[in-house]
């Protein structure tokens, strides 16, 4: 028997889907995320269908021109959270009219912000479907603390059916509630992630027993990269919290992450303009130099860049298919990069350590009547002749000449 219309509750399905894993969104969000291809009247009706099912709630901001926003009540976040595709990451429970009143502001903006790579992704052919943007994530880092980023995004590059590179992000959205250190602060705290790793059960050591891996490393096969996307505040402010990444990216404890997890950053109101995918995030390392986009494939990389040229040259320290090299760095870091990967001879010049020279045996003359009333000469001590202080790495050649006169 040939079963008719049984994906006749799809868009439903989906619509609170989204609904339970954003948290909130306007109706026109709803629209250009769930049907961007119909009218806008068709989502109005099948949220208003949800409604009044009890599976989702709205409000209404009466100073954004009595703009509606929808979030999913207790009961449709217990139905929704039995799918697969929510499955293995809980969704919080539903939220009250006051809650989401209280945190709409912020709630919205990570909302457009997933908007920009829905709507990037389509645009240029790869895949990032609107359930592969998943907000608030409890990462542990110990001692009952955690790092919750305010989004995780996964971006493929390349259809369904062809072979892409993958592109993991953290994003943060700041809004400028708060003072530019903040999010310079959140370094350390995605640093303590970076390098954590679980203290197991005490237990007899083996042999062969496998060294501790980092927490992350069970979710993830590569850290995920680390987005700032800036709003609330004009071109001064954002220069300001994008000064405030960069004299923070200065703490010795950072290095380490750093080299290995790019940190970019970009407006809001960018992303809105050009999308993800344009040279618009600047390094937090070097945010003067050129901007990059974050979700390059290694096909626009070639596009875009001289492959011969020597200020993108790969990583060898990360081969990983699902993580190109990092191309958002400075050309100052990579050239030096590759000047660290082929040394060359030092200059003659260049604080050389020279040795003493060795000074020519010769026979004394023979002892006179004075000569012979003094007492033997001391032995010759230890001679050492430096140019500078000598560098970490280098030998430094020593001329012992111990001995006494015959």
């Given at each position: 028997m040939t079963m008719t219309n049984v994906d006749a509750g799809n868009g439903d399905r989906l619509a609170l889907a989204v609904l339970v894993r954003y948290r909130m969104a306007t109706t026109e969000q709803m629209?250009?995320?769930?049907?961007?291809?119909?009218?806008?009247?068709?989502?109005?009706?099948?949220?208003?269908?949800?409604?009044?099912?009890?599976?989702v709630d709205r409000i209404t901001l009466p100073r954004a021109g009595r703009t509606r926003v929808w979030f999913p009540t207790e009961y449709g976040t217990a139905i929704a959270g039995e799918w697969p595709e929510l499955r293995g990451r809980p969704p919080k429970k539903g939220a009250d009219p006051t809650a989401v009143r209280l945190r709409v502001g912020h709630g919205?903006?990570?909302t457009e912000t997933a908007l920009c790579f829905l709507?990037?992704?389509?645009?240029?052919?790869?895949?990032?479907?609107?359930?592969?943007?998943?907000?608030?994530?409890?990462?542990?880092?110990?001692?009952?603390?955690?790092?919750?980023?305010?989004?995780?995004?996964?971006?493929?590059?390349?259809?369904?059916?062809?072979?892409?590179?993958?592109l993991r992000a953290f994003v943060e959205v700041d809004r400028a509630t708060m003072g530019p250190e903040r999010p310079a602060a959140k370094l350390t705290a995605y640093e303590r992630?970076?390098?954590?790793?679980?203290?197991?059960?005490?237990?007899?050591?083996s042999f062969n027993q496998e060294p501790v891996k980092e927490e992350w490393r069970q979710r993830y096969p590569l850290f995920p990269r680390l987005l700032f996307v800036?709003?609330?505040?004009?071109?001064?402010?954002?220069?300001t919290r994008i000064n405030a990444l960069h004299a923070a990216t200065g703490n010795l404890a950072l290095a380490s992450f750093l080299r290995n997890v790019p940190v970019l950053a970009a407006p809001l109101v960018d992303l809105l303009r050009n999308g993800p995918s344009a040279p618009v995030w600047r390094p937090s390392r070097t945010p003067t130099e050129e901007s990059a986009g974050c979700?390059?494939?290694?096909?626009?990389?070639?596009?875009?860049?001289?492959?011969?040229?020597?200020?993108?040259?790969?990583d060898h320290g990360h081969q990983d298919p699902d993580h190109g090299p990092d191309h958002c760095r400075s050309r100052r870091y990579a050239a030096g990069r590759a000047a660290i990967a082929q040394p060359t001879a030092p200059a003659a010049a260049d604080c050389a350590v020279r040795p003493a020279p060795v000074a020519q045996h010769r026979r004394p003359p023979p002892p006179d009547a004075h000569s012979a009333a003094q007492p033997p000469p001391p032995a010759t001590q230890l001679t050492l002749t430096v140019g500078c202080a000598p560098r970490a790495g280098r030998k430094v050649q020593v001329v012992r000449r111990v001995g006494q006169p015959e």
């Open positions: 629209h250009l995320v769930i049907a961007p291809g119909v009218r806008i009247e068709q989502t109005r009706r099948r949220l208003a269908k949800l409604r009044t099912e009890g599976l919205l903006t990570v709507q990037d992704a389509r645009h240029r052919g790869d895949l990032c479907p609107a359930l592969d943007w998943i907000p608030e994530i409890y990462h542990p880092v110990g001692n009952g603390e955690a790092v919750i980023p305010d989004a995780l995004v996964f971006y493929r590059h390349g259809r369904e059916e062809e072979k892409g590179s993958m992630l970076h390098r954590y790793a679980p203290v197991p059960v005490r237990r007899r050591r800036l709003d609330g505040t004009g071109p001064t402010g954002i220069a979700t390059h494939c290694a096909r626009d990389r070639a596009l875009r860049r001289p492959a011969q040229c020597p200020d993108h040259r790969p």
